[in-house]
T-cell receptor, first 111, second 116 residues
Framework: AQRVTQPEKLLSVFKGAPVELKCNYS??????LFWYVQYSRQRLQLLLRHISRESIKGFTADLNKGETSFHLKKPFAQEEDSAMYYCALSGGGTSYGKLTFGQGTILTVHP | EAGVVQSPRYKIIEKKQPVAFWCNPI?????LYWYRQNLGQGPELLIRYENEEAVDDSQLPKDRFSAERLKGVDSTLKIQPAELGDSAVYLCASSWDWGAGYTEAFFGQGTRLTVV
């Protein structure tokens, strides 16, 4: 079974502060990990995926297979980063194509 | 490009009534997903189509839920009869899957269902 855990429902930081949204996963094989974001009144959209190793909007995420984590980080948070963030996992085999989401973390960046 | 289009955006029905949701995926996308998102939770997969074939419907409550994707394009998700616990946001997503692994899923705005 595949499982994604986001331990923080709410996260508040001030503008310019570093931010880290935690994500832990459970999967026996080699998963693909993603971060999706939903801004207010907008649809869910992909922020980044681990295999791309990109920095999107200043966010990065490193897959740590030893700790089964995929935390999302940004060194200097901006007010426009306020949104709901979901960590998601896609497995292989019978789970191929099945995207499993965590419960989400609401990030609020205060001015 | 309108993206994934869902209708209706909102639906309020009485319990035991039927309801249907419609999804038009992005043109050319062969994979279509229906997700259910309960309040305060992440989306949960209900069913996944590759073209017109349902390849994963293990999470679909088949006693009351049904789905179809005729001609491998538009899709309809139906609930009959609806129960109070079905109140949720129903999300449709689509992606282009060339068989090399998971690709980005593009989501619709969702349909918010309230069963009273």
């Amino acid at each position: 079974a595949q499982r994604v855990t986001q331990p923080e429902k709410l996260l508040s930081v001030f503008k310019g502060a570093p931010v880290e949204l935690k994500c832990n996963y459970s999967y026996s094989g080699s998963p693909e990990l993603f971060w999706y974001v939903q801004y207010s009144r907008q649809r869910l959209q992909l922020l980044l995926r681990h295999i791309s190793r990109e920095s999107i909007k200043g966010f990065t995420a490193d897959l740590n297979k030893g700790e089964t984590s995929f935390h999302l980080k940004k060194p200097f948070a901006q007010e426009e980063d306020s949104a709901m963030y979901y960590c998601a996992l896609s497995g292989g085999g019978t789970s191929y194509g099945k995207l499993t989401f965590g419960q989400g973390t609401i990030l609020t960046v205060h001015p | 490009e309108a993206g994934v289009v869902q209708s209706p955006r909102y639906k309020i029905i009485e319990k035991k009534q039927p309801v249907a949701f419609w999804c038009n995926p992005i043109s050319g996308h062969n994979t279509l997903y229906w997700y259910r998102q309960n309040l305060g939770q992440g989306p949960e997969l209900l069913i996944r189509y590759e073209n017109e074939e349902a390849v994963d419907d293990s999470q679909l409550p088949k006693d009351r839920f049904s789905a179809e994707r005729l001609k491998g394009v538009d899709s309809t998700l139906k609930i009959q009869p609806a129960e109070l616990g079905d109140s949720a946001v129903y999300l449709c997503a689509s992606s282009w899957d060339w068989g090399a692994g998971y690709t980005e899923a593009f989501f619709g705005q969702g349909t918010r269902l309230t069963v009273v």
